[in-house]
């Protein structure tokens, strides 16, 4: 529990309940999806996606757009039926009451402009099972700065606390399983890093994240497992660090000067004064190294894991 | 707390405390009773003191002043009174009046002024029975000759006590406030989705309740609402009507025993437009394709005062009882024909429940195609894929 403003007879029938829920079984499975296909108008959205989300950890979704991202969320939340396979939250098929350990942010996101943000949040907490959310409402409003706007209608806040308003929506009511649908969009650096804070202070709590998003640099910070999917299959899944570590060396340099093709590079990824380069599994990089100082100054050189991105590219582009 | 209950409490107080509720809720009755109070004067008489005396000058010599009219030698006097705002008007009893019964009327030029000739009527008479030694009940029977009472024979031959001058008026009155208290809720239904439709905030909400308690929330918030506007908008009528002239014609009204009945079907009235104007919404891609939408089932709504004149000169015709078991046509015209006869008790209960099977079936259909809506995203809604999920 984040916060201690809950009675406690109620605290302990939610707890008794999810102790209920999860069973002894310490490395328990939150979330676990079973041949999961999906068809629209014959066009076969998902394709027997299978994967598991365990308790505590953050778990990256990722995939180019149209990939099925958005319909495997929907499924999952109850909110669209797949055609064939099953999906088990909180080790059994979702409900009325499991709808309440789930907080949901949409990609799309909907608030009620014409309403005050306090009463807006206390409407979608009261949905969610809680009685008197007062107190979690300013809890979280002063911890994301917007206390004093408490009392403002919601369209007259910015884009951007809009949707810092949103995330509040998603984990007012203390849920243990969240799914977040690109949460960092439209957020500016300051509170990109506020929502980054919140949700690594949420996994520290033992809470489930997640995370469906572009941007891979986050997902690389944060997701301790993946699974992307592409053109409704599934690609990659799995630890983060196996994957990229199945992908082979990598070599990043920042440089000044005209990068051209280099022998035994799989593959270049050219920004004009950064490049990430994929080696081959014969060759050494010191002889990469060789060749880049006859063409480009090297600022900085570093072997490393491919990263995500350069994953993701060479996944998606397949 | 029911889930359904937290969107009615949403749904009530988002529109209850909305700057178009207040408007509608105020302005609506001042749109009939200023028009009213200025055309009966009464707002003149409520914001400058006008007198109440009236003057007179009798040219045949034969009048006397009483209580509230003053007596003037000549026309020129009177006049100088009236323009000074010290009497009403003023009227002259030409010199032959007893031959022809003339009589002019003074009066200034302006719009809030006006003559009340029956109090004059009355002064002329009881200075006429003066003159005579009639018996007393004779005299009250020359200031009032009759009390109407007016009787009709139906087709078999039964007679039926006519309705007099207001309240023949009622049963139209009625039908149009039954008619726009049961619309209002779905004018705000219909906006309601769609805008969550426009504004994504569906997504969120069906991600924690199941459509049907969201349906049915939102049908008993938006009722309750519209209950209340409608409710306001017959106190303040009522109100402002009883400030004009027309109060205490009103008091004389003779109101339906049956009156409470407009209770249930205007409940169930009001859910049924409700819940079809949610698929409605449900449909609409935009707040605007919402509203055009509301147009075809208000008509079903105003179905019945087409046929006013038919159903108030038989009010259980065939036509008055086919309206009658019709759900959306049902709450007005059986008001209508509440006010204006007897209806046949079974005739009520069978009525009340076809309207309350249409309201339950119609929620059903309309949270099962708001699911298959959402079901649908990104895709238009027709109906040959609406039909196809309703059988699956």
């Not at chain 2, 994504?200 to 209340?228: D, P, R």
């Not at chain 2, 303040?236 to 009945?261: A, D, R, S, Y």
Request: aromatic fraction near 8%; charged fraction near 25%.
């Amino acid at each position: 529990m984040i916060l201690a403003d809950e009675p406690l007879d109620t605290l302990k029938k939610r707890i008794g309940e999810r102790i209920h829920l999860r069973g002894i079984d310490t490395m328990r499975k939150i979330l676990e999806a079973q041949y999961l296909c999906k068809t629209f108008n014959g066009k076969a959205v998902l394709k027997e996606i299978s994967f598991q989300v365990k308790e505590g950890e953050v778990f990256g979704l990722l995939g180019p757009n149209g990939a099925g991202k958005t319909t495997m969320i929907r499924i999952i939340l109850d909110i669209l039926k797949p055609d064939s396979g099953v999906v088990h939250l909180f080790e059994r098929q979702i409900d009325e009451k499991t709808k309440e350990l789930i907080g949901y942010l949409p990609e799309e996101r909907g608030l009620y402009p014409k309403i005050t943000v306090f009463r807006c949040l206390k409407y979608f907490a009261e949905l969610k099972g809680l009685k008197d959310p007062k107190n979690r409402i300013d809890f979280w409003l002063e911890k994301i700065g917007l206390l004093g706007h408490k009392n403002r209608k919601v369209g007259e806040l910015s884009k951007g606390m809009q949707q810092e308003i949103q995330f509040v929506v998603s984990i007012l009511h203390d849920p243990d399983f969240i799914i977040l649908d690109e949460p960092f969009v439209g957020l500016d650096p300051i509170n990109t890093k506020v929502i980054k804070d919140i949700l690594l202070e949420l996994k520290s709590k033992g809470k489930t994240v997640v995370l469906s998003t572009h941007q891979m640099d986050q997902v690389e910070k944060m997701c301790d497992r993946i699974l992307m999917i592409n053109k409704g299959k599934s690609v990659l899944y799995g630890d983060l660090e196996n994957i990229k570590a199945k992908y082979g060396r990598s070599i990043k340099v920042e440089f000044k000067g005209e990068l051209k093709r280099i022998k035994g590079v799989k593959k270049m990824s050219n920004y004009g004064k950064y490049a990430e380069l994929t080696l081959s599994e014969e060759i050494d990089p010191q002889v990469v190294l060789k060749a880049l100082t006859t063409q480009v100054k090297i600022r900085k050189f570093e072997i490393s894991a491919p990263s995500l991105n350069e994953i993701f590219v060479d996944v998606a582009q397949r | 707390m029911n889930k359904a209950f937290i969107v009615a409490k949403h749904e009530f107080l988002t529109t209850v405390g909305s700057k178009g509720f207040i408007l509608v809720c105020i302005v609506f009755p001042l749109l009939i009773a200023v028009p009213a109070l200025l055309f009966t004067g009464s707002i003149r008489s409520m914001v400058t003191k006008t007198p109440d005396a009236i003057g007179f000058v009798d040219q045949t010599n034969s009048l006397q002043e009483s209580k509230g009219f003053i007596k003037f030698p000549q026309e020129e006097q009177a006049k100088e009174t009236l323009l000074q705002n010290e009497i009403k008007f003023f009227f002259v009893v030409s010199s032959d009046y007893y031959d022809t019964g003339k009589v002019f009327f003074y009066s200034k030029d302006d719009p809030f002024s006006s003559v009340s000739t029956e109090s004059v009527k009355e002064f002329i008479i009881e200075n006429l029975l003066r003159e005579f030694n009639l018996d007393e009940r004779v005299k009250e029977r020359i200031r009032n000759p009759m009390k109407q009472e007016e009787f009709e024979l139906d087709r078999r031959g039964e007679i039926e006590k006519k309705k007099s001058g207001i309240s023949s008026f009622f049963p139209y009155l009625l039908a149009v406030v039954l008619i726009m208290g049961m619309l209002t809720p779905s004018g705000y239904m219909v906006q309601g989705i769609a805008a969550e439709k426009e504004n994504k905030s569906v997504e969120i909400l069906v991600s924690s309740i199941s459509s049907n308690q969201l349906l049915t929330g939102k049908i008993l918030g938006l009722g309750s609402a519209a209950m209340l506007q409608v409710t306001i908008w017959l106190v303040l009528g009522i109100t402002f009507m009883f400030l004009t002239p027309l109060g205490p014609v009103l008091q004389q009204m003779e109101l339906p025993g049956l009156l409470w009945m407009v209770v249930p079907y205007f409940i169930l009235g009001c859910l049924l437009f409700a819940a079809s104007m949610a698929c409605v919404g449900t449909f609409a891609g935009s707040v605007r394709e919402a509203q055009q939408s509301i147009q075809v089932f208000s008509l079903l709504a105003v179905l019945p005062l087409l046929f006013l004149s038919s159903i108030s000169q038989s009010p259980n015709s065939i036509i008055a009882r086919v309206l009658t078991y019709i759900p959306y046509t049902c709450p007005v015209t059986t008001m209508m024909r509440l006010s204006l006869t007897e209806v046949p008790l079974f005739e009520i209960i069978v009525s009340i429940l076809i309207l309350l099977i249409s309201v339950i079936v119609m929620i059903r259909l309309s949270a099962r195609i708001f699911r298959i809506e959402i079901l649908m995203y990104g895709k238009k809604a027709n109906l040959r894929n609406i039909l196809r999920y309703l059988k699956g």
